[in-house]
């Protein structure tokens, strides 16, 4: 928790989060260069769209980074197990560790992870308690910056006026098709991937009901949501302030409540 580090050593998993970082890094670097700047300059754009991108574009990489760094819950070698919640505890079949009910044995990580909701080969991490948040924001700033992006690729091409004043001799302008043809393909995946990802995530907020749970279908007595949505999204982000529900720089902290209540009452 909080602004430690926490790597996993796959390279499968540094391939992935190096083909996201690189979707990232050329959309950053072609579409301002290729659309907004020369867009700008000619009148056909404000300031404000080029601040709206690369703050998007900013806060995406951050989430992106610190999702993939961020300790997602794993749980220490020696535990200590509070007396008033000794019953909510178990001992893992794997490690032969006692963890909190809901955690899940990663087979990949090699460790447990508290309320594990799954394993993400395109972050390399684990999503679980203490990360959960960092990939919901990850998952939001994606597709909105791949939705822009996707905006400003239509309107280059079949709503602005034609540009003027560019040096075709550059090489991005010569290749300017090829590349926002590669830019609009790339938005168009990641847009699709994101949202139907989104949606499955934020459906199990709702319902306080993990991936693994789902998908092990043993979940009947959890999915029963018995908490108004601002408590379980609270307890995701680790603040009732929704405006903090936004910012990836800040530290997480847990809410007093603890998310096994709504389940053992």
């Known amino acids: 928790m909080g602004l430690s580090l926490h790597f996993v050593v796959d390279p499968q998993g540094w391939c992935c989060v190096g083909a996201i970082f690189f979707i990232w890094l050329y959309n950053t670097?072609?579409?301002?260069?290729?659309?907004?700047?020369?867009?700008?300059?000619?009148g056909h754009i404000s300031i404000a769209a080029i601040w709206a991108y690369y703050l998007t574009s900013i806060f995406c990489v951050i989430s992106l980074l610190r999702a993939s760094t961020a300790d997602p819950g794993k749980l220490q070698d020696t535990p200590k197990i509070p007396l008033t919640e000794q019953e909510l505890w178990e001992l893992c079949n794997k490690c032969n560790m006692m963890r909190p009910k809901r955690s899940h044995h990663c087979s990949r990580c090699g460790h447990c992870v508290r309320r594990m909701d799954h394993h993400c080969p395109w972050i390399n991490n684990c999503v679980g308690e203490d990360n959960h948040w960092l990939f919901l924001q990850l998952c939001f700033y994606t597709q909105l910056l791949s939705g822009y992006t996707l905006v400003l690729d239509f309107c280059h091409y079949y709503y602005f006026l034609p540009l003027k004043a560019i040096n075709w001799d550059m090489f991005i302008f010569r290749h300017e098709l090829a590349l926002l043809r590669i830019s609009t393909f790339m938005g168009i995946v990641m847009f699709g991937g994101m949202c139907s990802l989104f949606y499955t995530q934020i459906m199990g907020i709702l319902t306080d009901t993990t991936t693994i749970e789902k998908m092990a279908n043993c979940c009947d007595e959890i999915s029963r949501a018995r908490k108004p949505w601002q408590q379980t999204f609270s307890e995701v982000f680790g603040t009732r302030w929704k405006i903090l529900w936004f910012i990836p720089f800040r530290r997480r902290q847990?809410?007093?409540?603890?998310?096994?209540?709504?389940n053992h009452v």
């Open 29 to 42: 670097l072609f579409v301002p260069k290729l659309i907004l700047f020369p867009r700008f300059e000619e």
């Open 254 to 262: 847990p809410l007093r409540v603890s998310y096994y209540f709504a």
